[in-house]
């Protein structure tokens, strides 16, 4: 069974500060996913990375897939009130058929 | 624009109802999938679908069951709804591993 761990799980933090989030597994994916999902509402795709090491940007917003394809960070640069929500990663054995192994996610709360 | 589209929001049953989850999407994809989310507990793959009339269990598909008749349309039955389904249904599509969500279904069942 493939299992992927997400840290922190809660994090509340003040405007204007940059934060990390974590996604690790002792598997090995073929993609990772990244989704943001606020309350009552389903999660929203925000990237896929597929090579190891690569580094994707989404304005604030900076994915990276370990080298292994093990692992993924999500680093957010001057969080904005707007960044509130529950991060989820998501990590794909091929093909897609048989969906994604999600973490827990990571609850964040950027303050004003 | 990718969309998925599930009929209610929100839904209130009575134990033992029969409840219908319809989810539909507008992309042509072939996989689609059932999940519910639950506090602490993460998304859990109730069943999935890879193509019309076929579907696969997933890791929780006790006292579900699903129907596939059309590409774009994917029904999650509750045969006989129980207090412990009270939760939030996900629907979700996919083109090769990124998969698409819908909005949810928040069920409470009483």
């Known amino acids: 069974t493939q299992l992927l761990e997400q840290s922190p799980q809660f994090l509340s933090i003040q405007e204007g500060e940059n934060l990390t989030v974590y996604c690790n597994s002792s598997?090995?994916?073929?993609?990772l996913q990244w989704y943001r999902q606020e309350p009552g509402e389903g999660p929203v795709l925000l990237v896929t990375?597929?090579?190891?090491?690569e580094v994707k940007k989404l304005k604030r917003l900076t994915f990276q897939f370990g080298d292994a394809r093990k692992d993924s960070s999500l680093h957010i640069t001057a969080a904005q009130p707007g960044d509130t929500g529950l991060y989820l990663c998501?990590?794909?054995?091929?093909?897609?058929?048989?969906?994604?192994?999600f973490g827990k996610g990571t609850h964040l709360i950027i303050q004003p | 624009d990718v969309k998925v589209t599930q009929s209610s929001r929100y839904l209130v049953k009575r134990t033992g109802e029969k409840v219908f989850l319809e989810c539909v999407q507008d992309?042509?994809?072939?996989?689609m999938f059932w999940y519910r989310q639950d506090p602490g507990l993460g998304l859990r793959l109730i069943y999935f679908?890879?193509?019309?009339?076929?579907?696969e269990k997933g890791d929780i598909p006790e006292g579900y069951s699903v129907s596939r008749e059309k590409k774009e349309r994917f029904s999650l039955i509750l045969e006989s709804a129980s207090t412990n389904q009270t939760s939030m249904y996900l629907c979700?599509?996919?083109?090769?591993?990124?998969?698409?969500f819908g909005p949810g279904t928040r069920l409470l069942v009483l």
């Open positions: 979700a599509s996919s083109w090769g591993e990124t998969q698409y």
């Open positions: 598997s090995v994916f073929s993609s």
């Open positions: 990375v597929v090579t190891g090491g």
């Open positions: 998501a990590g794909g054995s091929g093909g897609g058929a048989d969906g994604l192994t």
């Open positions: 992309m042509d994809h072939e996989n």
């Open positions: 679908s890879y193509d019309v009339k076929m579907k």
